[in-house]
């Protein structure tokens, strides 16, 4: 069964850092990429990011590029997120999707269920 | 501001049929492939159309895609309370070098 497990809910303050995971399972990591998607409160879906774990080819959307980091463990199956300094702009749901080929437009065809990140002042 | 844009809502009666678009640009529309997803109430998205005009297995043919230019239209027949939901459309942007995500829809089935 394919799965994508996400780590847990996060209350931080301003200016920590944080590292959220997405742990793969029922399929072989390094044949996907593994995207992360940003929802604000109430708002739309926002593409942030995205690896290929075998070479840890990245792509980042220009909202996000230098303000997030993707990278992967493939020897333990996860992807991660992180922040060297959360705003309170950072508050979101961070869903992390699988896609077979993110270049023309690939489909996310599997989510994991979101990491709630909740930054205060 | 989302590039691709949507139209904020649509309604429609159960039974009914309702079409959501999906507009955008030659850098991301031409020679990329769309896709549709749903996000019902407090759910991760899923799913419904991939490569313009496909379903995964499980999807019903309720469900459909299509592109024309720089335009994308996803229809939903047979209308369900169930269906009630978020719907966005998504592709891949050359310019960019990056995907995009639409503004989304909120479908309400009357």
């Known amino acids: 069964e394919v799965q994508l497990v996400q780590s847990g809910a996060e209350v931080k303050k301003a200016g920590d850092s944080l590292k959220v995971s997405c742990k793969a399972s029922?399929?072989?990591?390094?044949?996907?990429?593994i995207g992360w998607v940003r929802q604000t409160p109430g708002k739309g879906l926002e593409w942030m990011g995205i690896?290929?774990?075998?070479?840890?080819?990245?792509r980042y959307s220009p909202s996000f590029q230098g303000q997030v980091t993707i990278s992967a463990d493939t020897s333990i199956s996860t992807v991660y997120l992180q922040w060297s300094s959360l705003k309170a702009s950072d508050i979101a749901m961070y869903y992390c999707?699988?896609?077979?080929?993110?270049?023309?437009?690939?489909?996310?065809?599997?989510w994991g269920r979101g990491t709630m990140v909740t930054v205060s002042s | 501001q989302s590039v691709l844009t949507q139209s904020p809502s649509v309604s429609a009666a159960p039974g009914q049929k309702v079409t959501i678009s999906c507009s955008g640009s030659?850098?991301?529309?031409?020679?990329?492939?769309v896709s549709w997803y749903q996000q019902l109430p407090g759910a991760a998205p899923k799913v419904l159309i991939y490569?313009?005009?496909k379903r995964p297995s499980g999807i019903p043919d309720r469900f459909s895609g299509s592109k024309s230019g720089t335009s994308a239209t996803l229809g939903i027949t047979g209308l369900q309370t169930g269906d009630e939901a978020d719907y966005y459309c998504?592709?891949?942007?050359?310019?960019?070098?990056?995907?995009?995500f639409g503004g989304g829809t909120k479908l309400t089935v009357l």
């Open positions: 999707a699988r896609s077979p080929s993110v270049i023309r437009g690939g489909a996310f065809d599997f």
């Open positions: 029922g399929f072989d990591l390094t044949n996907y990429w």
């Open positions: 690896i290929y774990p075998r070479d840890s080819d990245t």
């Open positions: 030659s850098s991301n529309f031409e020679n990329n492939f």
């Open positions: 490569e313009n005009n």
């Open positions: 998504g592709t891949w942007d050359s310019s960019l070098s990056a995907g995009l």
